[in-house]
């Protein structure tokens, strides 16, 4: 929901520390050349604004919660500036939703300045290729619904997970930098929790991992200072350099 949460006076809502403003998670990454962004969260627009992101190659696609999906209609802008389409990537329940919940974009009848102009394409778990940019989807499940990560050479993304299918482990080894769902301190029927992502890190043994999708009740300062040397969490704006 994003923190502060609304409605919300607990100390991490209110609190001034930059690292505890939180919009829907997302991440982009940018290889050879390439941009490719996975999930137009809710908060899209200000963080494509925030990064100084003006132009996108491919959006991929974890799964269909609104979070991940809703900012799909803002890529209008860069359909008008850069007279293009952008090629969107999911699997194909996921693309299912994304084509009701947008029904409009994939209307016969709608007018090409109301729409976001994007060209499906349904993935399973084998690995394709954007711009010659190699990337791997992940099996994994939160709760009981199969979902994507996705690794693009020393580097994974797994948000919004509860457990790793014993076949996606061999996808995750040899990491440079993963990046991990970790919701909250308490269980969660859908999330893996702080100690659970701790868990999972160690098993998975990249050089450094970083812990996504925090609730209100994740003190940045206070839980960092409890982590081990090769775990962080992740804040808004965070850049990560692997290699050149």
């Known amino acids: 929901m994003g923190v502060p949460m609304v409605g919300c006076n607990c100390q991490v809502c209110q609190s001034n520390d930059s690292r505890d403003k939180r919009t829907r998670t997302s991440v982009l990454v940018e290889q050879n050349g390439a941009c490719i962004l996975i999930d137009t969260s809710s908060d899209y ?27 799909m209609d803002d890529l209008r802008s860069l359909n008008i500036l850069h007279r293009k389409s952008i090629p969107i ?48 989807p992940i099996p994994l499940l939160h709760g009981k619904l199969p ?40 269980t969660h029927p859908t999330h893996f929790s702080i100690e659970e992502a701790q868990h999972e890190a160690k098993r998975i043994g990249a050089q450094e991992t970083f812990f996504t999708h925090l609730s209100h009740s994740v003190s940045h300062s206070r839980t960092e200072s409890e982590l081990p040397e090769d775990v962080h969490l992740a804040y808004d704006g965070l850049r990560l350099t692997i290699g050149e």
């Not at 627009?45 to 900012?71: E, F, K, P, S």
């Not at 299918?165 to 301190?185: D, F």
């Open 89 to 136: 990537y999911s699997s194909l329940e996921t693309m299912r939703i994304i084509k009701r919940v947008f029904a409009y974009t994939f209307s016969d009848n709608a007018f090409l300045s109301d729409i976001p102009k994007v060209v499906p394409n349904v993935i399973d778990s084998k690995p394709f290729v954007v711009k010659e940019v190699e990337i791997i």
């Open 147 to 186: 979902i994507f990560g996705f690794r693009i050479g020393d580097f994974a993304y797994c948000t919004d997970v509860s457990q790793i299918p014993e076949s996606s482990y061999e996808l995750l080894q040899n990491l440079k930098i993963l990046v991990l769902g970790a919701l909250r301190y308490k």
């Open 45 to 71: 627009r200000q963080q494509m604004l925030r990064a100084g992101i003006t132009d996108l190659d491919a959006v991929i696609y974890t799964h269909y919660h609104v979070d991940h999906i809703l900012g």
